[in-house]
């Protein structure tokens, strides 16, 4: 009979979100330490870089930046979808921060085909969009 091992990532709730929240600490560090906009050593976009286009994701680490930083207007001009996106991205975060804390555990989210169809179908828009238009919202 084999013995059970040990793994490193504990399948506790409150430990996961532990390391969760510690990374997340040492990327807003790093951002905060080295801005994208003075340090190349980010990634670039295949994408961008093969084709000149933007994809729905270009610009992410700027805006990321620039939200931290308190920048609304250059975060939304850097990818006006990760600013309107956030609001959201932080409320999810907080329910599942509290249900882990309070209960230790995750909450279960269950998403419809049909709310995933409308999520792709507004990066399509999005990532046309900032290729095709001019404009606000279409982001550089």
């Known amino acids: 009979m084999e013995k059970h ?56 680490t700027r805006a990321l930046a620039d939200l931290m930083a308190g920048r609304m207007r250059e975060a939304a001009g850097h990818n006006a979808l990760a600013v309107a996106l956030m609001p959201a991205v932080v409320g999810f975060a907080l329910m ?25 179908a507004a990066v399509a828009v999005f990532g046309l969009g900032r290729n095709l238009g001019h404009g606000f919202w279409i982001g550089r």
């Open 5 to 60: 091992r040990r793994t490193v990532v504990s399948r506790s709730p409150r430990v996961q979100l532990a390391i969760m929240a510690a990374a997340f600490t040492a990327a807003v560090a790093l951002l905060a330490c080295f801005p994208p906009e003075r340090y190349t050593f980010y990634p670039s976009c295949p994408l961008h870089e093969l084709l000149g286009l933007q994809c729905p994701g270009c610009g992410l």
């Open 96 to 120: 599942q921060s509290y249900s882990v804390l309070r209960w230790n555990r995750w909450r279960e989210v269950r998403v419809g085909p049909g709310w995933v169809a409308v999520a792709y």
